[in-house]
């Protein structure tokens, strides 16, 4: 009570309110919080990377000689391949058809809003659930896809079985479940647009495409880049649906970095190898995420 009477006459004096009594009550526990869920194990993590530790036995130091050894590791540079490789197949298909699917549903039709909801279905999904779902889709004798391809006379595929289809495969997943996030993202940047543009480009004769092309796509670039930079990301830390669909298999073929980091930890138990991966992966979703952040700063649609 003394305390709040003093904040009073501070305020009465200065004419400002003192928030500077209460601010670190609110502050401090989150910061506890912060640092106890996320500074702290990113700690351990680093430390644990310059050790040699496998479950079993007794850690040991070994300085840089775990990140000297990723650049020996074929593995390893093949996961990084394979990782890039489905990122940017996982994030410009969901994003070329998010932004036709946000353009199509702005328009006013018949059961707009029923059509909605059924396109956004998939992304309420577990990648799990969907995961299993599309495993039983995808066997070669017993999948739906498979029979649906023969009965109108095409050849049946091996899809995720097979190392040259694996990846698309899984691309396909990605794509069915996110591109709903893509046009959500976008649909709600075209929904806050101005109308007098297009009033105006209506008057002068522009076309539909021509309306997008010059007045849609540059006012809504800014949320098309917040749609972009949250797939990239996504993509880069997917793991689920990978692991249930093919378990980065077969062989080798779809095991991208998170496979790849859980295979070393959790099948091979060399815990100090995979805390250098898990650093090394951080920073590369860190330097992808400041480029698509520089961009949506720099680049201005022309």
């Known amino acids: 009570m003394s305390l709040a009477l003093t904040d009073t006459q501070t305020a009465v004096k200065t004419g400002k309110p003192n928030y500077a009594r209460n601010y670190w009550a609110f502050v401090v526990p989150a910061g506890l919080v912060v640092a106890a869920v996320i500074l702290l194990p990113w700690v351990f993590t680093l430390v644990m990377s310059v050790?040699?530790?496998?479950?079993?036995?007794?850690?040991a130091f070994v300085a840089a000689a775990n990140y000297q050894r990723l650049f020996t590791d074929e593995r390893f540079g093949w996961a990084v391949l394979r990782t890039l490789y489905f990122?940017?197949?996982?994030?410009?298909?969901?994003?070329?058809?998010?932004?036709?699917?946000?353009?199509?549903f702005q328009k006013n039709f018949r059961f707009r809003g029923l059509a909605r909801t059924i396109f956004i279905l998939p992304m309420m999904a577990t990648p799990v659930a969907v995961g299993l779902v599309w495993t039983m889709m995808f066997h070669p004798q017993l999948g739906v896809l498979n029979y649906l391809l023969t009965s109108v006379g095409l050849p049946p595929s091996a899809w995720s079985y097979d190392a040259v289809s694996v990846i698309p495969t899984l691309v396909l997943v990605e794509t069915w479940q996110w591109t709903p996030l893509v046009m959500l993202i976008v649909l709600?940047?075209?929904?806050?647009?101005?109308?007098?543009?297009?009033?105006?480009?209506?008057?002068?004769g522009a076309s539909n495409w021509q309306m997008f092309r010059h007045i849609s796509l540059p006012l809504v670039w800014p949320h098309i880049v917040v749609a972009l930079v949250i797939r990239t990301i996504d993509?880069?830390?997917?793991f689920d649906t990978i692991f249930v669909i093919s378990n980065g298999g077969p062989g080798?073929?779809?095991?991208?970095?998170?496979?790849?980091?859980?295979?070393?930890?959790?099948?091979?138990?060399d815990m100090g190898y995979a805390s250098a991966v898990t650093v090394v992966f951080f920073v590369l979703i860190l330097l992808v995420s400041l480029v698509l952040f520089s961009v949506r700063q720099r680049t201005s649609y022309q």
């Open 51 to 59: 050790y040699e530790w496998k479950v079993g036995s007794d850690p």
């Open 87 to 104: 990122t940017a197949a996982a994030v410009f298909f969901p994003m070329v058809l998010g932004v036709a699917a946000a353009v199509t």
């Open 235 to 238: 993509a880069l830390k997917a």
């Open 252 to 269: 080798t073929a779809s095991e991208t970095l998170n496979i790849f980091l859980y295979q070393t930890a959790f099948a091979y138990y």
């Open 188 to 204: 709600g940047g075209l929904a806050s647009l101005p109308q007098d543009p297009y009033e105006a480009a209506k008057l002068d």
